[in-house]
C-alpha cells in the first residue's frame, strides 16, 4: 500500500498540503506558544516561543502516537520545474536505520497553490512507510517549528517554501501536521480518537475554533 492508496481509502477527501483541517470533518487546530512573542523587545529571537511550542507539540504527538504504530512520513517540497534537486535533511539525519532510506517513495504533482504558477513549480511529494518508532520525531518537530527563523535544525532545502512534514498515522488513522511554530493540525477518521485530547488541551485551542471543533466530536 502507498499513501495514495491509503488516502484514497480512509481519507478520500483529504490532500496532504495545508491545511488538512478545513479539508475533513473531525479534526483540532491547536496554538501554540500563545501570548510569547518571537522576538524580544531587542530583536533577538525569544527562544522561550519555540521551545513552548516544541514541548506543546511533541506532547499533542505523544498522546496521539504510539512507538509502534505503523505511518507513512511524507514530506512535500515545492520548487522550481527548471530547480536542480538540493538535500533534503527530512528522512537522513531523522532515520535510526538508514537502510529505511531504500524504501522512500516520491512522487510529483502540479503546484498547489497559486494557479498561474502551475506551469513554472511543481510539488514533489516523498512518503516512507516505517514505524514511529524508525524515526527522530524530536528533531522533525524542532526543524517544523523552526520554519521561518534561522535556527537549527532544519529541513535544508532551498526550495519556493519550507518543505511540509505530515505524520500519517495508518494504525489508528490520523494525521498530524506541524506547520510552524504558530500551530498543529490534527485530523482523524472517528471523533473518539481526538475527544480527549480536546478536553485535556482545551486551552490551547483558540475560542474562534472551538465551535466548529466540538460539533466535529460531537
Not at 3 to 23: A, C, M, S
Not at 31 to 56: A, C, D, M, P, V
Not at 162 to 177: C, G, L
Request: charged share 30%; with cysteine.
Amino acid at each position: 500500500m502507498n499513501i495514495e492508496e491509503y488516502l484514497d481509502k480512509r481519507f478520500p477527501t483529504v490532500e496532504l498540503v495545508p491545511t488538512i483541517y478545513y479539508q475533513w470533518d473531525i479534526g483540532i487546530h491547536f496554538s501554540l506558544g500563545e501570548g510569547i512573542y518571537q522576538l524580544k523587545e531587542n530583536g533577538e529571537l525569544n527562544l522561550e516561543r519555540f521551545h513552548t511550542g516544541y514541548k506543546q507539540a511533541l506532547t499533542i504527538f505523544k498522546e496521539l502516537y504510539d512507538q509502534n504504530d505503523d505511518l507513512f512520513l511524507v514530506t512535500n517540497i515545492y520548487r522550481r520545474k527548471t530547480q536542480q534537486q538540493r538535500k533534503m535533511k527530512v528522512y537522513y539525519p531523522n532515520l535510526r536505520d538508514k537502510n529505511n532510506l531504500k524504501r522512500l517513495q516520491v512522487k510529483t504533482y502540479p503546484y498547489p497553490f497559486e494557479e498561474d504558477r502551475r506551469e513554472e513549480y511543481e510539488m514533489q511529494q516523498f512518503s516512507l512507510q516505517c514505524k514511529v518508532n524508525d524515526i527522530r520525531v524530536n528533531g522533525l518537530l524542532k526543524a517544523a517549528i523552526h520554519e521561518d527563523f534561522s535556527l537549527k535544525p532544519r529541513f535544508g532545502v532551498d526550495s519556493v517554501h519550507y518543505p511540509d512534514v505530515f505524520f500519517v498515522n495508518i494504525t489508528k488513522d490520523i494525521i498530524f501536521f506541524l506547520y510552524d511554530d504558530r500551530g498543529c493540525e490534527v485530523i482523524a477518521r472517528t471523533a473518539d480518537r481526538l475527544r480527549p485530547l480536546y478536553e485535556k488541551y482545551y486551552n490551547w485551542i483558540e475560542e474562534v475554533d472551538r465551535e466548529r471543533i466540538e460539533k466535529s466530536l460531537l
